[in-house]
């Protein structure tokens, strides 16, 4: 199949063809390049030219690359670009796409590793890490509910030494970009955790899940009063370097309030919304199904719920915020940035899906290309309110 185009329109292609060919007409004969896709998403290029475009030949060089690694455009005889899916969350945190997994339904990544490149995704949040290991909650720990999912697991982990141990080095060699979820009992086990990954070679950030309660305040959550959240952020931001993306409750009450103390204190950017609090009886035994009794829900039904509050949230503060919640489609993550989050993350839809990031990735190129975008900040952001 072959195609053609002048030095007229930009000629677009979505790389969905088993075999494509371009060529660029000239004054002075023609250029371009053939792909042949050969699975595992990887396309092989090869050039070719007429004598005369001989000192153009590095533009068009043997190469591979992934196949969701961006949309090429040819512009002119002189080169491509790119759509820009590329998020710059701040403090080195840079990633290639706004698509993240969530923390606590990705574990570590080596199973969802069968499924594709853990390094085509923005980043991989891994599950979330305490200073020592601990067991979880009995079971019954999950429990299916009508578009959703109920879970106390109880923050089962291995601890922070094991992790750096034996689960970061497989993560670092997938070529992901790594961010670790951090927990604890105290504001000094944050601290600690946090000291500990600081420097740890694929650390690229701390998401700081701040749902846990405070022993030091008689169990009451960081995440439920501001100045406890600030106090453990402040902490933090004083124990390391690395970019902090704080983890909000939807059980706080006020989104915005929380928002702006944890940035106020030194937050980088914000994730939410962590599970909503929920539960579910067995009428036959009159008991409940939990082990806990009350457990997190997840998946679809939270997802209003979450957009609400990420829009509260990108309304009230100046730093990056990530929309997690239900989002297991390409459109219901396209919602989320348009309501202001930068980027999203994708949790219980990998239960049902696990390549599900991979194809809202695709899905979110494929929206930009549709609409003539070519930028991600052309769709952040870009919901459209009439006045009251």
């Known amino acids: 199949m072959l195609f053609r185009s002048g030095w007229g329109p930009a000629f677009a292609c979505s790389f969905r063809l088993h075999t494509l060919d371009f060529a660029v007409p000239g004054r002075h004969g023609k250029l371009g390049f053939r792909g042949k896709y050969s699975g595992s998403g990887i ?18 060089p043997h190469l591979l690359f992934p196949l969701d690694s961006g949309h090429w455009t040819l512009d002119s005889l002189y080169g491509v670009e790119m759509i820009d899916t590329t998020v710059d969350l701040g403090r080195g945190l840079a990633i ?8 606590g339904t990705f574990g570590y990544g080596e199973e969802a590793s069968a ?53 970061l080095p497989f993560l670092v060699e997938s070529g992901a970009v790594i961010i670790a979820n951090i927990l604890g009992g105290s504001i000094g086990e ?3 955790v946090a000291e500990r990954l600081t420097g740890t070679d694929g650390v690229s950030a701390l998401e700081v899940n701040i749902s846990c309660p405070n022993v030091k305040e008689g169990g009451v959550q960081f995440g439920m009063r501001p100045e406890l959240a600030a106090e453990l952020v402040a902490a933090l931001r004083s124990a390391t370097g690395l970019h902090l993306m704080v983890k909000l409750s939807p059980n706080s009450g006020d989104i915005p309030e929380m928002a702006r103390a944890v940035r106020d204190a030194g937050a980088d950017s914000i994730s939410l919304i962590n599970t909503v609090t929920g539960m579910e ?25 979450a957009l609400r ?6 309304l009230a503060v100046d730093i990056p915020v990530v929309g997690i919640g239900g989002i297991g489609d390409p459109e219901n993550a396209i919602k989320f940035l348009i309501a202001g989050a930068s980027a999203v993350q994708v949790g219980t839809a990998t239960f049902t899906d696990p390549s599900a990031p991979m194809r809202i990735v ?27």
């Open 115 to 167: 499924y594709f490149d853990l390094s085509e995704l923005g980043a991989v949040v891994a599950k979330g890490i305490s200073l020592l290991s601990m067991e979880g909650n009995p079971p019954p720990r999950i429990v299916e509910t009508p578009a959703g999912m109920l879970n106390s697991i109880g923050l089962q982990n291995v601890g922070v030494e094991r992790f750096v141990a034996d689960k």
């Open 362 to 388: 695709r899905g979110v190129r494929s929206f930009m290309e549709g609409q003539g975008m070519h930028s991600l900040g052309q769709v952040v952001g870009s919901l459209v309110v009439d006045d009251p």
């Open 43 to 60: 396309w092989c290029l090869e050039y070719f030219y007429t004598p005369i475009h001989r000192p153009l030949l590095p533009v068009f």
């Open 309 to 314: 509050m990420v829009y509260e949230a990108a």
């Open 281 to 305: 009886i067995d009428i036959r035994t009159r008991s409940p199904v939990l082990g806990r009794v009350i457990g997190g829900l997840s998946g679809p039904a939270i997802r209003p719920i």
């Open 96 to 103: 290639k796409n706004p698509v993240m997994t969530a923390s």
């Open 190 to 192: 944050y601290v600690r």
